[in-house]
Structures are given as C-alpha cells and as structure tokens.
C-alpha cells in the first residue's frame, strides 16, 4: 500500500501494474520533475493486481496527483472511476488517472495520441492504408490512432476468429475499415506503408527474415528488449522504425503536463533518461 504524505506541499504519483518491476515510467516522470524544478514531486512504481487495485486507489491521499497504469489493470480500472475521457471511453482502455483535489478519480488514455505524436515526430501524418500484428489491448488504441492518420483500409493480422471478430467490431466502432487475416498469413503486413506491431516479445521475430527490399514505417510498441529481430531487419532494409520508446515518451510527455499542469513536459530530456536507463539494462 502507499505510505502516507508526511508534510504539506508533497505531490505524488506512480505506476501500478503487474509485472512492474522492468516499467520505464519512473525514470521518464522523474527526469521531467528535476527538468521542471518539481523538488516536492515523487514517482514511484507499485505492483498491483486486478484484485487489489481498489484497495490500493482506497489508500490515497490528497498528496496523490495521478497514476499511470499498465496491464492487467487498464481496463480493470474502469468501473473504479468518477470520470472516463472520450478517448478512453472509445477503446475501453485507461493508462491514466488524474486525482482531483476533491477527491475524484478521472480516467483517460494517452496511449492513443502518443502513438499519433510518435509518427507525426517521424514525418508520418497521413498513410492510404495500414497494417497490424496482433489484436490486445494495444492494438485497439493502435486501431483508434490509425482512425486519425490512415485514410483506408488496415489490415489486422491475428490468431484465430475470435480475435479477428473483436478487431473488425472494433474497427466499426472507432470509423475505421478493418480487414482481418490469418496469423500464418502475416507476411503479407510487411508491404503495408505503416505497420504496427503489437505483438508481444519474440512473437514478431519470424517475419524479420521476409522484410521487403523497400519497406515503409514500422511502428514496433516494444521496447525492451530492443532492437527487435523485425525492426532490426527493418533498418537494415532501409525502413523507418518508430520504437516502443518513442511511444512511452510521447505518451509520458502527456501524463506529466496533465498531472502537474506544467506545459509543455520536456520530452528530449525525458527521453534521453530513457535512452541511458535501456542502455544500462
């Protein structure tokens, strides 16, 4: 559980999840606070379960700003809450809670226009048709991304029918056409001019040997191990490759200016502690 706050003025925050050992959350918030001269601000990392989420949101005190949150608990959150955004409420998923100083708890999601600042930083801002590897939770915020950025189709490449149902309705409720094919078919995502892997570590490494001669963007959500066998074989082809890191960033750029009210969060900083901390790993 959260200790209390021992003095007036102290701020909090933190990242729960489970597992949460390896999350690169404290490191990039806390970069941002000593960048903005935030010396009574604090974030920490909790593991915390789908069953013991709401005692540990019942422990808070006032001194509590806000939490990210990661799986299993983005969509466990919900029913906790005084408050959903539009952008979460489209995909389900909550990967952030602002606390109000009366005490309610607001859920939104920054995964979403994190993915969006990720590629317009690498110059991609509008595709004609995109694909994507896997169908969880990050690939419906994936799906709500491209509703902003591709004008055609996206092709989800998934396992079994089940999956492939969820992603077409998720499509249908987000305005986006979505096509679905076969997991063994995948090879075939690699000629799209953006890609988004969503898979988890390991599971994309079998398409790194059928990367085209001129491939598009890769927008690979991992970010440790890094790089992947794909998006290693995506450089070496000459392909752009948006990492998990740029995704982590752009979307802890956001939490840190809603938490704190400061505007704009210094994301190269913020980055930069996030490059050093995976290169110490």
């Known amino acids: 559980m959260p200790s209390r706050a021992t003095s007036p ?35 920490d990392r909790f593991e915390v379960t789908e069953t013991g989420l709401a005692d540990f949101l019942g422990g808070l005190d006032p001194s509590w700003a806000g939490l990210s949150l990661t799986m299993p ?23 952030t809670v602002i606390l109000g100083a009366d005490g309610r708890r607001t859920g939104d999601n920054t995964d979403i226009p994190g993915m969006i600042a990720a590629l317009r930083e690498r110059g991609v801002t509008t595709v004609e048709s995109a694909a994507i590897l896997g169908a969880g939770a990050t690939a419906s915020s994936a799906l709500a991304a491209l509703a902003r950025v591709c004008t055609g189709p996206v092709t989800a490449y998934v396992r079994g029918e ?6 077409r309705g998720w499509g249908a409720r987000l ?10 078919d995948a090879a075939g995502a690699l000629d799209a001019p953006l890609v988004v892997a969503t898979t988890p570590a390991g599971a994309s490494d079998v398409l790194a040997g059928q990367v085209p001669d001129h491939p598009g963007t890769l927008f690979d959500v991992l970010y440790d191990p890094w ?14 490759v948006v990492g998990g ?8 750029v956001l939490q840190v200016e809603m938490m704190t009210g400061r505007v704009p969060a210094p994301l ?13 790993r």
Do not use: C, F
């Open 245 to 252: 890191l740029d995704l982590l960033v752009h979307q802890a």
């Open 227 to 240: 790089p992947t066998a794909l998006a290693a074989a995506w450089s070496a082809r000459g392909g752009q």
């Open 73 to 95: 608990l983005k969509r466990a959150v919900i029913p906790l809450l005084d408050d959903i955004t539009g952008t979460a409420a489209s995909v389900e998923a909550v990967n």
């Open 268 to 280: 190269p900083v913020m980055r930069k502690a996030g490059e050093q901390a995976l290169a110490s």
């Open 9 to 43: 003025g102290i701020r909090r925050a933190a990242v729960l999840g489970s597992p949460i050992a390896h999350s690169l959350s404290p490191v990039l918030h806390r970069a941002a606070y000593g960048e903005l001269g935030l010396t009574t601000w604090s974030y």
């Open 175 to 184: 305005g986006v056409e979505v096509r679905t094919a076969d997991w063994a």
């Open 162 to 167: 089940t999956r492939a149902a969820e992603m």
